[in-house]
């Protein structure tokens, strides 16, 4: 059990570093001696120290390092990236265990990390809060073990099953759900690396697709627009932030936009997959429409659903995407229900 807390704590940490530390994982690690936490850190942004400099750099008192115990979510690098390998610091400060939630799968540490440490002579534990440490590190091992991003569907959704109504009088968004969802909607946006919406989503909403009820970067915006029918005066086409137009169109970049071509003749889902890669995406959140999230679920190429049920009815309409599985966990936001739906 005292193991279990302060890998609990070291995700806390991590939590900190969500969408701010890729293509690195975010990676909480404590540092414990006597019982008593002497140490504390999360990965820095991308090109900064890891988690495990920054834990040991914060003991004030680096002679207990050798009686300590450092925990950590992952395990320790054992190669030079952009900083040198964590595993090799522990070392070089003889902290005399590791305890760590789960094995990195990246080639390039995949068990090498927990090797060099045991050759040193330190006690090594793995496997606590194992399930856990998967879940808070699914992206990088989306990118690792399947070569694409985590793709997270997300939508609202009325009582009677619509999501939008047939006719609206104004080019901006109906709300299904509450203000307090919409707000945890911009963290999740904070969260990931891209933000995807189909044609109809563009040119019936204009949305911003950015981050504004919450702190955070603002994702990638991909567009899907076949015949480039989405205006120039969009909000999605004002350069603040970068946007990748998927077309079928020839048409030159201009500033914070790019455009990528894709055969619209053929399946798209796979080809979108692709064009997320070739720009090193980890992780995509597709906002909609109906046609664009069941394109995905069709192709059984998403990992993860968040579905808010609103307390409106629209009795008609455009109605929502069909999942294949039922809801993993269900939780009230004020009068909305919040359903989470996994692809295992």
Same mark, same amino acid.
């Not at 404590?30 to 890891?50: A, L, R």
């Not at 094995?103 to 534990?125: P, Q």
């Not at 399947?146 to 997300?154: A, D």
């Not at 099953?161 to 047939?166: F, I, K």
């Given at each position: 059990?005292?193991?279990?807390?302060?890998? %609990?704590?070291?995700?806390?940490?991590?939590?900190?570093?969500?969408?701010?530390?890729?293509?690195?994982?975010?990676?909480?690690?404590?540092?414990?001696?006597?019982?008593?936490?002497?140490?504390?850190?999360?990965?820095?942004?991308?090109?900064?120290?890891?988690?495990?400099?920054?834990?040991?750099?914060?003991?004030?008192?680096?002679?207990?390092?050798?009686?300590?115990?450092?925990?950590?979510?992952?395990?320790?690098?054992?190669?030079?990236?952009?900083?040198?390998?964590?595993?090799?610091?522990?070392?070089?400060?003889? @902290?005399?265990?590791?305890?760590?939630?789960?094995?990195?799968?990246?080639?390039?540490?995949?068990?090498?990390?927990?090797?060099?440490?045991?050759?040193?002579?330190?006690?090594?534990?793995? &496997?606590?809060?194992?399930?856990?440490?998967?879940?808070?590190?699914?992206?990088?091992?989306?990118?690792?073990?399947?070569? /694409?991003?985590?793709?997270?569907?997300?939508?609202?959704?009325?009582?009677?099953?619509?999501?939008?109504?047939?006719?609206?009088?104004?080019?901006?968004?109906?709300?299904?759900?509450?203000?307090?969802?919409? %707000?945890?909607?911009?963290?999740? /946006?904070?969260?990931?690396?891209?933000?995807?919406? &189909?044609?109809?989503?563009?040119?019936?909403?204009?949305?911003? @697709?950015?981050?504004?009820?919450?702190?955070?970067?603002?994702?990638?915006?991909?567009?899907?627009?076949?015949?480039? /029918?989405?205006?120039?005066?969009?909000?999605?086409?004002?350069?603040?932030?970068?946007?990748?137009?998927?077309?079928?169109?020839?048409?030159?970049?201009?500033? &914070?936009?790019?455009?990528?071509?894709?055969?619209?003749? #053929?399946?798209?889902?796979?080809?979108?997959?692709?064009? @997320?890669?070739?720009?090193?995406?980890?992780?995509?959140?597709?906002?909609?429409?109906?046609?664009?999230?069941?394109?995905?679920?069709?192709?059984?190429?998403?990992?993860?659903?968040?579905?808010?049920?609103?307390?409106?009815?629209?009795?008609?309409?455009?109605?929502?995407? @069909?999942?294949?599985?039922?809801?993993?966990?269900?939780?009230?936001?004020?009068?909305?229900?919040? #359903?989470?739906? /996994?692809?295992?």
């Amino acid at each position: 059990m005292k193991h279990e807390k302060y890998i %609990q704590r070291c995700l806390e940490l991590a939590k900190k570093g969500i969408g701010t530390t890729r293509p690195n994982p975010s990676v909480g690690a404590v540092i414990v001696h006597n019982d008593v936490i002497i140490g504390e850190g999360y990965t820095n942004p991308y090109g900064g120290p890891h988690a495990e400099v920054n834990a040991i750099s914060s003991v004030k008192n680096e002679s207990l390092l050798k009686e300590a115990t450092i925990y950590v979510t992952l395990e320790p690098c054992s190669h030079f990236g952009k900083t040198p390998p964590c595993a090799d610091l522990i070392v070089e400060k003889q @902290l005399k265990r590791v305890v760590i939630g789960c094995v990195d799968t990246n080639s390039l540490v995949a068990g090498k990390g927990i090797e060099r440490l045991k050759k040193a002579g330190c006690e090594v534990i793995v &496997g606590v809060l194992e399930e856990k440490c998967f879940e808070h590190h699914k992206r990088f091992f989306t990118v690792q073990n399947k070569k /694409r991003p985590y793709i997270i569907l997300k939508w609202a959704e009325t009582k009677d099953g619509y999501v939008a109504p047939l006719e609206k009088e104004a080019q901006k968004p109906v709300w299904i759900s509450n203000e307090y969802s919409q %707000q945890l909607v911009h963290k999740w /946006r904070a969260e990931e690396h891209a933000i995807l919406v &189909g044609t109809n989503t563009v040119i019936a909403d204009n949305p911003s @697709l950015t981050v504004r009820s919450w702190s955070g970067l603002n994702p990638i915006r991909v567009v899907i627009d076949k015949s480039l /029918r989405i205006p120039n005066t969009a909000t999605v086409l004002d350069g603040k932030v970068k946007t990748i137009v998927l077309t079928e169109k020839s048409k030159e970049d201009s500033e &914070g936009i790019c455009y990528e071509q894709i055969d619209f003749e #053929k399946e798209i889902v796979q080809q979108i997959i692709e064009m @997320l890669q070739k720009h090193k995406i980890q992780s995509v959140i597709i906002e909609g429409g109906a046609q664009t999230l069941q394109s995905f679920i069709n192709a059984n190429l998403w990992d993860e659903a968040r579905v808010f049920v609103g307390n409106s009815k629209f009795k008609n309409g455009v109605k929502a995407p @069909l999942l294949n599985v039922g809801a993993t966990s269900e939780e009230k936001i004020d009068k909305d229900i919040l #359903k989470i739906y /996994r692809n295992d």
